[in-house]
Nanobody, 127 residues
Framework: QVQLVESGGGLVQPGGSLRLSCAASGFTLAYYAIGWFRQAPGKEREGVSCISSSDGSTYYVDSVKGRFTFSRDNEKNTVYLQMNRLKPEDTAVYYC????????????????????WGQGTQVTVSS
């Protein structure tokens, strides 16, 4: 059974850090492109970052560049999103997603490209 499980969310003050984890079971993450998405109340789901399966290229939405870092631990079949210098506008439910499609700079943030989704983890940035 294919499953993605996110963890690591929580409440943090502006300027703080969190590390989200996404653990996979039922398939090998290394062979899939993995995306992180977020959805704030009343807003559409937004692509945050992606790591490709083919060459390990990473993509980031402009609003998180320089603050978030995507990494992969193939031995643990887990990916991570390190989030630093968090802002209130980063508040959202964060989801990881996986696809065996080849993604490019123009497609990595398209929710329809992904086949498997986790249940999400809440990140709240507030003082």
């Amino acid at each position: 059974q294919v499953q993605l499980v996110e963890s690591g969310g929580g409440l943090v003050q502006p300027g703080g850090s969190l590390r989200l984890s996404c653990a996979a079971s039922g398939f090998t993450l290394a062979y899939y492109a993995i995306g992180w998405f977020r959805q704030a109340p009343g807003k559409e789901r937004e692509g945050v970052s992606c790591i490709s399966s083919s060459d390990g290229s990473t993509y980031y939405v402009d609003s998180v560049k320089g603050r978030f870092t995507f990494s992969r631990d193939n031995e643990k079949n887990t990916v991570y999103l390190q989030m630093n210098r968090l802002k209130p506008e980063d508040t959202a439910v964060y989801y990881c997603a996986a696809t065996n499609r080849r993604l490019y700079g123009s497609t990595w943030d398209d929710v329809d490209e992904y086949d498997y989704w986790g249940q999400g983890t809440q990140v709240t940035v507030s003082s």
